[in-house]
């Protein structure tokens, strides 16, 4: 029989580990209320998250799936979850390159939450501060968006995000538009 040399760390403890996907650094919570996804929402836009953005939206396995509707004053039809993550991914992509990380103010106006359903509504404003030979850029208006909560988990996410620029900026709508489609 053979016994184990002392060089063995077989039940020693070791090191914590990084999740492969997402950014260690960012304080991801639980989404375990509507308030949480949209600190989780701040925090994915500021961290230029991609990995862990689509953990936001609805999918087919919730009640209602995710739906973008944009800014009336932007030209353009509304889309899907699909659409939003490949548009975030390019947008991403494009801001890490650059080595730019954008600001996000969200100030909520009014937030409603009844049974397994909720809606906020917040006025934003995103700032992209000038890099990597890119003038800095700014895009403000107001989002409204309905949450609805998962039975088997009691996670909640976003089903509908309702987009309306201001009237002296591009909205946020224009951002994404601007990734929508390469």
């Not at 060089?7 to 991801?28: I, K, N, Q, T, Y």
């Not at 990380?101 to 006025?123: E, F, I, K, Y």
Request: some cysteine.
């Amino acid at each position: 029989m053979a016994i184990l040399g002392n060089g063995c760390a077989l039940f020693e403890p070791r090191a914590s580990e990084h999740p492969e996907d997402g950014d260690p650094d960012l304080d991801w919570q639980p989404p375990i209320s509507p308030s949480a996804v949209l600190d989780n929402l701040h925090g994915a836009v500021e961290a230029l998250e991609a990995n862990r953005y689509p953990e936001l939206l609805a999918d087919e396995g919730w009640s209602r799936a995710f739906q973008f509707v944009p800014d009336p004053a932007a030209a353009g039809a509304a889309w899907g979850r699909l659409e939003e993550q490949s548009a975030w991914q390019r947008l991403c992509d494009h801001y890490q390159a650059l080595q730019v990380q954008p600001l996000l103010q969200l100030m909520r106006t009014d937030s409603l939450v009844a049974g397994d359903s909720a809606s906020c509504t917040a006025d934003y404003v995103i700032h992209f501060p000038a890099g990597a030979g890119t003038a800095a850029s700014s895009y403000s208006g107001r989002l409204h968006m309905a949450f609805s909560r998962r039975e088997d988990t009691g996670d909640w996410a976003i089903h509908r995000w309702e987009d309306t620029g201001s009237d002296s900026l591009p909205s946020w709508t224009q951002l994404k538009q601007a990734f929508l489609w390469p």
